[in-house]
Structure formats: C-alpha cells, structure tokens
C-alpha cells in the first residue's frame, strides 16, 4: 500500500502585519512573522474538527507573534447564525455574531511564539463559513508581511517518512521481555518476538525499579539496528485520569493533571526521541489506549456511563492529551504516530463506530496536532478478538435470522478484527485522513487455538449454535477483557499482511498480566477490577457474564507465568 503526499499550489499573499490559518477540517491563508518584529501580532488556527446537520465542534490555537502578554482576548465575528453552545479553555462569549475568547486562568502568559488552544461546539443552519478576520487583543490577525507561500496541506503526512516503517525493517526485541519468556518452558519459541514497550507512567521514562528506560531501550535497538532499518515500538500510556472505565490499569495522573501529562511525561519523552542519536531509528508509537472510545460508549446517556468517564468528556483533558503528544512526538522526524482505535467488540456498532471515527479526528486535530501527524491506527491492542472468523460471515443466516441477530453477535457489524480494521481505515479515509493511512492489529493474544479450536462452522439448528459452534474466539461474552481463560498467541508479527494493514504486531507482551484477581496494594496508581476477578458475575458491559478470567494475577503489567503458558498452549498458528 502508499502513502501519498500532496504539494499544494503556492501563491503569493501580501498583506500587512500578521496572520490566520483559518480551515473547515483544513488549513488556508499564508502566516509570517516580520523579522524583529516588536509590534502586537498574532496567528490564529481556526478548525471545524467535526460537523453535524445542526451543529459543529471548533479547535482553535492562537499564537502571539509579538511581544509577551500576560492576557489575550480573540475576537471574530460569524457571517452565519453560528451560536457557540459549550466552550473549554477559554471563555467564551457571544453577541449576536460577535465572539469573544478570553484567557482562563492557566493559560493567560504568552511569550513570543507560545500558543494557547481552546475548543468549543456551536449550532448552525445553511452555511458555515470559516470566519474571515480575527483580532488578538484588538490587533488584527489576518494580515501577512510579504510570505510566499501558502502552509502545507494539514494532511500531508511529514516530509522524510516511509509508507510503511515495518517494510525492509527488523522490529525491536525487548531483551527484558525476551529473558522472562525465555526462562518460561517452551518460552524460546517465541523470545525472539518483537513486543512494544511501554511507557505507562512518568517513572518508566528513566526506569523504574531496575528496569530499562527509554534510552537503554533506545540504545539497545542501535545495538540490534545493525546497518539495516530497525522499528521500536513505544506505547504511549499515562493520560490524566486513564482508563476512566475501568479500574485495573487506572495510571499515575488525576482527572485534572494535563499539564504534567505534557511537561513531565510527553516532553521528556519527545526530547529522547529527537536526540540525533536515534536519528536512524523508526520509532512506531501507540497513542494511548483505552481512552478516547471512553468517551464515545461510557458516558452519559449511555447505561454504561461512568461518572470518571463523564469527568474526562467534560475537562478534554483525553482529547488535549492525545492531541498534544501527537503534535509533539510527530515533530520528531523518524516517528510514527498509530492511534489506538478500540476493536470490533467495541466499536464496530452503529452507534459507536462512526462517532468514535468523529472523535479520533478531533483529537488528532487538537492542541496544534494535524491528521499529518498521524500516521495511522491500532486496533485489538491487549485484547483478545479474533483475527479473521472463517466459520461464519456477518452475511449468513440460519432459517432466515441474521448472524447480527444472535447473542455472540449482537447486531455488531463486524465479525473480527481484520474487517473491522479495514471499515475503519475506510471510514477515517472519508473523514479527510489520508488516502495511504495504515493500520496496524495486535494478534498477541487472539489465536484462539489448542483442541478447542472449531474446525467447521457450527450446526445451523439456530443462529446461537451457528455461531457459538464455529467461532475462534471462544470468550464468555465480547466484552470481557482482563486475562482470559483459553487464550492464545495469535499470528506472529509481519509485515503488510493484508489490505490497509501496515502489520501484524504484538504490542501487549505475552505473560503480562492485564489486572490482579483481587486488590494489591502498590505503588503504580493501579486499582483492583472485578472484571479481573474469575469469580466475578459480570456488568452491563459484558452483559452480566461471567468474566472468564484466570485466577492469581498479579498486578497490570507484571509478570504471569500460568497466562503465558495458556498462550502457549493455545497458540494458533500452533508453535
């Protein structure tokens, strides 16, 4: 598969003092800053993130281009009937079709070159132009000194990235991973496996408690690196209040803590990344799992809502994360951003699938990010949905009753996750990503194999034996997540294995447990969820089901022997 790049035409625009790139999901009009400029001036960065027939969502960055100042006030007027509904770092005002946007009280001090980004949704009728002039504090920012050319394509992809980074490359073998799965028996199978490396809190940076940081990762990938390409996988995992639905990998950081998510976990990992000693590295990150779908599925009107969820919807502090490490770690040339979308038994409904598509494009749009800086998407990351069912499609029926309408299925439009991964794919193409966006699926822990495995569809007496006879992911209930009974490794990780998929990964480490079967007191910020208890009943989430997980975990993220050997065992392909 490609990934193409767009140059746009480029004009010439001379106006006067400043400017505004002001877009519909997009960028336009030139910006320049004068040389030595000591006069007030401003660029403003206006995005229609996600639009509606009755409404639209808005990220707007202004930038001070002069002297520092210790307050802003943006203004601009709509030509439509845009009526600002709800706003979030900023206050927002309106008259009639005048706007007002002052600074809170975080983000008031603007030195020469720093920005402040707020958002905001509004209702409208007919059209929705962009507006035209903007004004920071009473100075107008639609005026440039002379630039030549027009800013590039917000969707072009940044310059000196491959289509594919796993192409042509080896993929890094973590040797702390690779010892524990070799001391397992039958470990040395697969030791030799790439796995990602997580960075699941501000400690691991450096290395928390004797394990490698992230520059002893890096420096060992230049070791593995040889005179070839080499591919570090990074997951991205410390959001303020992370993982608001569930309990077992709750992180490091409050609700309220996004300035520490940007200053003391994302910027020091940037500053390693951009180090030209790692020049010659790929680095593939994993953005944050687990989040940004929260706020799609569990937060109010929906019966699974969560009150940490409905916290995390209404501070964006899970879009502005996700937007500011995007926007800071894809300035560093060599990387590539995969976002994490969910997996089928997710999102792939109605209700679910196109919203949280809307979603991903706000965030990767949000805190001065663009969709160029994503790369593409992961799905099934640490989770368990089969790769491909061949046992039966989401198109047959048993006596005339749809596979949507049995109970495994559950009108879900996706069967397993290599279809949902390339609806996906299709569906953020259509929302303006780019055309050559790749997608990635973890298969560490979704072959379903072992003498279990069904070998021939079910028996067709009703869609529930249809199903329930033939399916490889033999789970209670799509929706239980936490250490699975009957678990096993799925395909090995390669390269372009299907359409729109850019690999095959295993980013979760086989043997480290998702959760502890019962509360551990510690000092990692994780709590105890019952989902993680085996003799848990279950909740509306997995539709009151047992949780099918197995008992004497440890803590998310440590090491567990017996679920290591059920991946073994139950590998598929077998070992």
Known sequence: M????TTSRRHTALIAACA???????????????????????????????????GFGAAVTVTNTGDSVSSWKLEWSYAGDQKVTQGWNADIAQTGAAVTAKNVSYNGALATGASASFGFNASYSGSNAVPATFKLNGVTCNADSGGPTDPPDPTDPPAGRVDNPYAGAKVYVNPEWSAKAAAE??????????????????????????????????????????TGELVVQLVIYNLPGRDCAALASNGELGPAEIDKYKTQYIDPIAAILADPKYAGLRIVNTVEIDSLPNLVTNTTPRPTATPNCDTMKANGNYIKGVGYALNKLGAVPGVYNYVDAGHHGWLGWDDNFGASAELFKQAATAEGSTIGKVHGFIVNTANYSALKEANFTIDDSVNGVSVRQSKWVDWNRYTD???????????????????????????????????????APGART??????????????????????????????????????????????????????????????????????????????????????????????????????????????????
């Open 20 to 54: 505004v790139i002001a877009a519909a999901g997009g960028t336009a009009a030139a910006m320049t800053t004068p040389a030595g400029a000591a006069a007030p001036g401003c660029t403003v960065d206006y995005k229609i993130t996600n639009q509606w027939n009755s």
């Open 185 to 226: 028996p039958g470990g040395s199978k697969i030791a030799g496996q790439p796995t990602g490396v997580w960075l699941d809190r501000t400690a691991a940076i450096a290395g928390a408690n004797g394990s490698m940081g992230l520059r002893a990762h890096l420096d060992e990938a230049l070791r593995q690196k040889g």
């Open 462 to 575: 009703t869609v529930d034996t249809y199903v329930d006879g033939g399916r490889y992911d033999r789970r209670i209930h799509l929706g239980n997540w936490c250490n699975q009974s009957g678990a096993g490794l799925g395909e090995r990780p390669r390269t372009a294995p299907a359409a729109g998929i850019d690999a095959y990964v295993w980013i979760k480490p086989p043997g480290e447990s998702d959760g502890s079967s019962k509360a551990i007191p510690n000092d990692e910020g994780k709590g105890f969820d019952r989902m993680c208890d085996p003799t848990y009943t279950g909740n509306p989430r997995n539709n009151n089901n047992m949780s099918g997980a197995l008992p004497n975990a440890p803590l998310s993220g440590h090491w567990f022997s017996a679920q290591f050997q059920e991946l073994l065992k139950n590998a598929h392909p077998a070992l």
């Open 417 to 455: 996750e290599l279809s949902y991964a390339q609806a996906m794919r299709a569906k953020l193409v259509s929302l303006g990503f780019d055309s050559g966006l790749g997608m990635l699926i973890d298969t560490s822990r979704n072959g379903w194999g072992g003498t279990a495995r069904p070998t």
């Open 2 to 5: 490609s990934r193409t790049t």
